[in-house]
């Protein structure tokens, strides 16, 4: 033990002796400074800390150009949507901000339609073009609406203007299957094919009537959930491209597999064999030996 932990112990032994006294005695009472030591924060610091707002920075092949853009992630809250006939109430967590970034226009619509969907209205198209998107509430003397613009130089699109007061009343934005198509239903039924792979259209038809009081046709049902099982499963083509990542990784953890995966000349798949090492051993040990013969002379 060096000088200045011989110096110290004496200190941490007081220490420990009070605290076991206060614990003894019911009339004393340790607090939190008692304990840890009164420790003067700074106002500025203090004030920062009644925030709960995360500070998410854009994470892409866009780096460079948009080190200097933040993304304010509002704290975790619930609101319900207003229960209409049978339509079952649902708590409403997805909000849009101004300063949102979204990475494409096509996913701009998509997170629009989602949107529209759990607030139960309608969004007419104001503008749209390369470089700009602009939507409104669907009743015409209605105040909500959002203008994005195309950041310069990039896909990337910016919410840049957003009004979020409806002033229309509630019976006005009925029915609201604009937003509903196959795609926005299958985004949102998605996680439910990760433990429930046999959810069926005639399902999603009933839990789409049920929780927002949408009524899709057989055929909508039916393509939104191909379109969940390939956000959860992946489609064909993703599944082909890895398959290469999968034959190296089945060698790594069986060393002595044998593998062999044929391309044709546009590097599509033709055909591939695998063999397992635990196989080929097993073949060879239980296997008498043969000996053939396909001709004489």
């Given at each position: 033990?060096?000088?200045?932990?011989?110096?110290?112990?004496?200190?941490?032994?007081?220490?420990?002796?009070?605290?076991?006294?206060?614990?003894?005695?019911?009339?004393?009472?340790?607090?939190?400074?008692?304990?840890?030591?009164?420790?003067?924060?700074?106002?500025?610091?203090?004030?920062?800390?009644?925030?709960?707002?995360?500070?998410?920075?854009?994470?892409?092949?866009?780096?460079?150009?948009?080190?200097?853009?933040?993304?304010?992630?509002?704290?975790?809250?619930?609101?319900?949507?207003?229960?209409?006939?049978?339509?079952?109430?649902?708590?409403?967590?997805?909000?849009?901000?101004?300063?949102?970034?979204?990475?494409?226009?096509?996913?701009?619509?998509?997170?629009?339609?989602n949107?529209?969907?759990?607030n139960?209205?309608?969004?007419?198209?104001f503008?749209?073009?390369t470089?700009?998107?602009?939507?409104?509430?669907?009743?015409?003397?209605?105040?909500?609406?959002?203008?994005?613009?195309?950041?310069?130089?990039?896909?990337?699109?910016?919410?840049?203007?957003?009004?979020?007061?409806?002033?229309?009343?509630?019976?006005?934005?009925?029915?609201?299957?604009?937003?509903?198509?196959?795609?926005?239903?299958?985004?949102?039924?998605?996680?439910?094919?990760?433990?429930?792979?046999?959810?069926?259209?005639?399902?999603?038809?009933?839990?789409?009537?049920?929780?927002?009081?949408?009524?899709?046709?057989?055929?909508?049902?039916?393509?939104?959930?191909?379109?969940?099982?390939?956000?959860?499963?992946?489609?064909?083509?993703?599944?082909?491209?890895?398959?290469p990542?999968?034959?190296?990784?089945?060698?790594?953890?069986?060393?002595?597999?044998?593998?062999?995966?044929?391309?044709?000349?546009?590097?599509?798949?033709?055909?591939?064999?695998?063999?397992?090492?635990a196989?080929?051993?097993?073949?060879?040990?239980?296997?008498?030996?043969?000996?053939?013969?396909d001709?004489?002379f």
């Amino acid at each position: 033990m060096d000088e200045f932990e011989r110096s110290d112990v004496p200190n941490m032994v007081e220490h420990l002796d009070d605290i076991r006294e206060g614990l003894q005695s019911p009339s004393h009472h340790f607090s939190f400074e008692d304990l840890m030591g009164n420790q003067h924060i700074p106002e500025h610091e203090e004030t920062a800390t009644q925030f709960n707002y995360i500070s998410e920075r854009v994470s892409n092949q866009y780096d460079e150009q948009f080190a200097h853009v933040q993304r304010l992630v509002p704290p975790p809250c619930t609101f319900y949507s207003i229960n209409s006939g049978e339509v079952a109430p649902r708590p409403v967590t997805m909000r849009l901000e101004v300063g949102e970034l979204f990475p494409s226009k096509k996913l701009l619509k998509s997170q629009l339609g989602n949107y529209a969907l759990e607030n139960r209205f309608q969004i007419r198209v104001f503008k749209s073009d390369t470089t700009r998107y602009q939507v409104r509430c669907i009743v015409e003397d209605c105040n909500w609406r959002l203008h994005a613009a195309k950041v310069l130089n990039s896909d990337y699109f910016q919410n840049r203007k957003f009004d979020n007061q409806h002033t229309c009343s509630t019976e006005a934005r009925f029915p609201y299957q604009r937003q509903a198509s196959a795609q926005v239903i299958g985004e949102h039924i998605q996680e439910k094919f990760r433990d429930h792979r046999s959810y069926k259209p005639k399902e999603i038809i009933h839990d789409m009537q049920r929780e927002f009081g949408i009524s899709c046709n057989y055929h909508k049902g039916y393509r939104a959930r191909h379109i969940a099982l390939e956000k959860v499963q992946g489609t064909p083509v993703e599944s082909y491209i890895i398959l290469p990542s999968y034959l190296y990784m089945l060698k790594q953890a069986n060393p002595g597999t044998v593998t062999d995966l044929h391309t044709d000349l546009s590097n599509r798949f033709m055909y591939m064999f695998f063999c397992l090492k635990a196989c080929i051993d097993g073949f060879l040990s239980s296997t008498r030996p043969v000996i053939a013969i396909d001709g004489t002379f």
